[in-house]
């Protein structure tokens, strides 16, 4: 009943600024302000725990290896034809390896079809893609609109590094709002209390790409947390189609 509650209060969709709670300015307020002032925060920390019973965990599992398996059948002839395209319109490797953090924030190498010239792409990833991005490729434009550039990552999943839905994967220093996430909200580091996903809460609801407005940076780690509370298969399978429908097919990304 509550995650119906909550989903319906969300409806996967804009309705996000009732989302957390009062309103978004007011949390704004809360977890911001005195972190910025340097001040000791005059509320604890919101504790956000996921699910611990063993059946969801089997059953979770067995879901991701699912999608993931029957994903490298089917994408297979895909993927080569995508290996073809970026080598042979630019030099470099096919592949495109980084750190993130995983979960309870172990870091671990991320896979994605390389999208950048190879000589300008940010190691590190601290310098966020923004729209009509110089250091894009061609071939990397689309894959990238179409988020095929992420499909590597069911590799990711198979190794049992990242599920297939959670809180996409931040790298070590990631921005938000131009300061360091665990600085802007005290609560960043809750959302690595799961595994990082293909997709997510958030980018299903609109909130993808660049973290530069505090508008933005804050709604992101809004969803993530609200999907840790309300973890089950079917909000996974819920994700999992509208992602493929926003965002595979209806192309999204830049």
């Known amino acids: 009943m509550k995650l119906s509650n909550d989903l319906q209060s969300l409806s996967l969709h804009q309705n996000v600024y009732e989302t957390a709670g009062t309103s978004y ?16 925060l005059k509320e604890p920390a919101e504790v956000v725990l ?7 965990r089997i059953v979770n599992r067995a879901y991701d290896i699912f999608v993931a398996g029957v994903a490298t059948v089917l994408l297979a002839p895909l993927f080569f034809l995508i290996a073809i395209a970026i080598k042979t319109t630019s030099s470099g490797p096919v592949m495109f390896r980084q750190e993130r953090y995983g979960l309870n924030g172990k ?4 896979y994605k079809f390389r999208t950048m010239a190879d000589d300008k792409g940010d190691a590190t990833g601290i310098a966020q ?13 689309f894959l990238r609109k179409t988020s095929f550039d992420e499909l590597p990552q069911i ?14 994967p931040h790298v070590p220093g990631m921005l938000a709002n131009g300061m360091d996430y665990e600085d802007f909200d005290h609560r960043y580091m809750m ?43 079917m909000l996974d399978i819920q994700i999992t189609a509208t992602t ?11």
């Open 25 to 40: 300015q007011n949390s704004v307020l809360l977890n911001n302000a005195a972190v910025r002032k340097r001040l000791p």
């Open 50 to 56: 996921p699910r611990r019973d063993t059946m969801y």
């Open 107 to 110: 870091l671990f190498r991320i």
């Open 129 to 141: 893609t923004v729209e009509n991005d110089p250091r894009v490729t061609a071939i990397g434009r």
């Open 155 to 168: 590799f990711n999943i198979l190794k049992g590094e990242m599920s297939v839905v959670g809180p996409r």
């Open 191 to 233: 959302r690595h209390a799961v595994r990082p996903g293909l997709t997510g809460m958030a980018q299903v609801n609109g909130y993808r790409g660049e973290t530069t407005t505090e508008e933005s940076a804050h709604m992101r780690l809004e969803y993530d947390l609200m999907y840790i509370r309300n973890q089950s298969l």
């Open 244 to 254: 493929v429908r926003k965002e595979f097919l209806g192309g999204t990304g830049y």
